[in-house]
């Protein structure tokens, strides 16, 4: 079965960390470029960061760029989000995505072939 598991989400504190995990399965992620988006509540899905498959090329959204770190281990068929310096308007579903010979457009990633289901982070205190 062809899927994407996202986990690692939660309640933090502003100013806290966490770090989102994104296991492939029935597929090899080593070709896929790799995006994070995230939907707050009454808002449209946004995308947060892209990484691309061959180089490993990062892209950040302005709205994170310094505090959330986007990374992937092959080896592990997984990719992460660590988040830090987390803030309240950073509370929302988080979605890995995934797409075979994609490519990031800046901090998007345009084309999808797979999603993850979501975790919910949420930032309070």
């Known amino acids: 079965q062809v899927q994407l598991v996202e986990s690692g989400g939660g309640l933090v504190q502003p100013g806290g960390s966490l770090r989102l995990s994104c296991v492939a399965s029935g597929f090899v992620l080593d070709y896929y470029v790799i995006g994070w988006f995230r939907q707050a509540p009454g808002k449209e899905r946004e995308g947060v960061s892209c990484?691309?498959?061959?180089?490993?090329?990062?892209y950040y959204a302005d709205s994170v760029k310094g505090r959330f770190t986007i990374s992937r281990n092959n080896a592990k068929n997984t990719v992460y989000l660590q988040m830090n310096s987390l803030k309240p308007e950073d509370t929302a579903v988080y979605y890995c995505?995934?797409?075979?010979?994609?490519?990031?457009?800046?901090?998007?990633?345009?084309?999808?072939?797979?999603w993850g289901q979501g975790t919910q982070v949420t930032v309070s205190s």
């Open positions: 995505a995934a797409r075979l010979a994609g490519y990031c457009s800046g901090y998007m990633l345009p084309s999808v072939d797979y």
């Open positions: 990484m691309s498959s061959v180089g490993g090329s990062t």
